[in-house]
Nanobody, 123 residues
Framework: QVQLVESGGGLVQAGGSLRLSCAAS????????MGWFRQAPGKERAFVAA????????NYVDSVKGRFTISRDNAKNTVYLEMNSLKPEDTAVYYC????????????????WGQGTQVTVAS
Protein backbone atom coordinates (compact mmCIF):
# COMPACT_ATOMS: atom_id res chain seq x y z
CA GLN A 1 0.00 0.00 0.00
CA VAL A 2 1.29 3.44 -0.94
CA GLN A 3 -0.21 6.76 0.09
CA LEU A 4 0.67 9.82 -1.95
CA VAL A 5 0.40 13.49 -1.02
CA GLU A 6 1.11 16.24 -3.56
CA SER A 7 2.18 19.76 -2.72
CA GLY A 8 3.67 22.81 -4.38
CA GLY A 9 0.83 23.95 -6.58
CA GLY A 10 -0.30 27.54 -6.79
CA LEU A 11 -0.86 30.58 -8.97
CA VAL A 12 1.97 31.69 -11.24
CA GLN A 13 2.34 34.09 -14.15
CA ALA A 14 2.97 32.75 -17.63
CA GLY A 15 6.67 32.08 -18.08
CA GLY A 16 7.11 31.32 -14.42
CA SER A 17 8.12 28.15 -12.62
CA LEU A 18 6.78 25.79 -9.98
CA ARG A 19 8.08 22.61 -8.40
CA LEU A 20 5.55 20.00 -7.39
CA SER A 21 6.40 17.39 -4.80
CA CYS A 22 4.73 14.08 -4.10
CA ALA A 23 5.54 12.45 -0.78
CA ALA A 24 4.92 8.73 -0.49
CA SER A 25 4.36 6.64 2.59
CA UNK A 26 5.56 3.09 2.97
CA UNK A 27 8.89 1.36 2.69
CA UNK A 28 8.35 0.09 -0.84
CA UNK A 29 8.41 3.42 -2.66
CA UNK A 30 11.54 2.53 -4.58
CA UNK A 31 9.79 -0.47 -6.11
CA UNK A 32 7.29 1.71 -7.95
CA UNK A 33 7.46 3.67 -11.12
CA MET A 34 5.93 7.09 -10.64
CA GLY A 35 3.93 9.34 -12.89
CA TRP A 36 2.41 12.79 -13.02
CA PHE A 37 -0.95 13.39 -14.64
CA ARG A 38 -3.09 16.50 -14.97
CA GLN A 39 -6.73 17.28 -15.42
CA ALA A 40 -7.86 20.60 -16.80
CA PRO A 41 -11.44 21.85 -16.32
CA GLY A 42 -13.81 19.99 -18.59
CA LYS A 43 -11.11 17.62 -19.82
CA GLU A 44 -10.05 14.09 -19.05
CA ARG A 45 -7.06 13.32 -16.89
CA ALA A 46 -3.96 13.07 -19.05
CA PHE A 47 -0.40 11.80 -18.79
CA VAL A 48 2.36 14.34 -18.19
CA ALA A 49 5.53 12.50 -17.16
CA ALA A 50 6.82 9.22 -15.80
CA UNK A 51 9.97 7.97 -14.13
CA UNK A 52 11.13 4.45 -13.45
CA UNK A 53 11.99 3.05 -10.03
CA UNK A 54 15.64 4.13 -10.11
CA UNK A 55 15.17 7.47 -11.80
CA UNK A 56 17.27 6.36 -14.73
CA UNK A 57 14.47 6.51 -17.28
CA UNK A 58 11.93 9.25 -17.88
CA ASN A 59 9.15 9.94 -20.36
CA TYR A 60 7.14 13.06 -21.14
CA VAL A 61 4.13 14.09 -23.16
CA ASP A 62 5.30 16.15 -26.13
CA SER A 63 3.68 19.37 -24.91
CA VAL A 64 5.94 19.56 -21.83
CA LYS A 65 9.22 18.26 -23.23
CA GLY A 66 12.01 20.72 -22.59
CA ARG A 67 9.96 22.59 -19.97
CA PHE A 68 9.14 19.98 -17.30
CA THR A 69 11.50 17.62 -15.49
CA ILE A 70 10.47 14.64 -13.40
CA SER A 71 12.85 13.34 -10.77
CA ARG A 72 12.77 11.27 -7.61
CA ASP A 73 14.64 10.89 -4.33
CA ASN A 74 14.09 7.38 -3.03
CA ALA A 75 15.79 8.20 0.26
CA LYS A 76 13.09 10.81 0.86
CA ASN A 77 10.25 8.80 -0.70
CA THR A 78 9.49 11.78 -2.91
CA VAL A 79 8.96 12.42 -6.60
CA TYR A 80 9.17 15.90 -8.09
CA LEU A 81 7.91 17.72 -11.14
CA GLU A 82 9.91 20.82 -11.99
CA MET A 83 7.84 23.01 -14.30
CA ASN A 84 9.43 25.91 -16.17
CA SER A 85 8.20 28.30 -18.86
CA LEU A 86 4.66 27.68 -17.73
CA LYS A 87 1.81 28.46 -20.09
CA PRO A 88 -1.88 29.13 -19.39
CA GLU A 89 -2.68 25.77 -21.00
CA ASP A 90 -0.71 24.07 -18.21
CA THR A 91 -3.46 25.09 -15.80
CA ALA A 92 -4.88 21.93 -14.23
CA VAL A 93 -5.04 19.79 -11.14
CA TYR A 94 -1.83 17.76 -11.07
CA TYR A 95 -1.82 14.24 -9.66
CA CYS A 96 1.02 11.90 -8.86
CA UNK A 97 0.54 8.16 -9.10
CA UNK A 98 2.43 4.94 -8.50
CA UNK A 99 2.63 1.91 -10.75
CA UNK A 100 4.34 -1.45 -10.91
CA UNK A 101 4.50 -1.11 -14.70
CA UNK A 102 7.50 0.28 -16.53
CA UNK A 103 7.18 3.87 -17.78
CA UNK A 104 3.41 3.65 -17.89
CA UNK A 105 1.44 6.41 -19.61
CA UNK A 106 -2.04 4.93 -19.22
CA UNK A 107 -4.15 5.85 -16.22
CA UNK A 108 -5.47 2.35 -15.54
CA UNK A 109 -1.97 0.96 -15.10
CA UNK A 110 -1.44 3.11 -12.01
CA UNK A 111 -2.42 1.58 -8.69
CA UNK A 112 -2.20 4.49 -6.27
CA TRP A 113 -3.10 8.16 -6.62
CA GLY A 114 -2.68 11.34 -4.66
CA GLN A 115 -5.43 13.86 -4.07
CA GLY A 116 -4.05 16.40 -6.52
CA THR A 117 -2.67 19.93 -6.34
CA GLN A 118 -3.99 22.89 -8.32
CA VAL A 119 -1.69 24.73 -10.72
CA THR A 120 -3.02 27.93 -12.24
CA VAL A 121 -1.02 29.85 -14.83
CA ALA A 122 -2.21 33.39 -15.45
CA SER A 123 -1.66 35.03 -18.83
Amino acid sequence: QVQLVESGGGLVQAGGSLRLSCAASGRTFSRYGMGWFRQAPGKERAFVAAINWSGGSTNYVDSVKGRFTISRDNAKNTVYLEMNSLKPEDTAVYYCAATTSFMATIIKTYDYWGQGTQVTVAS
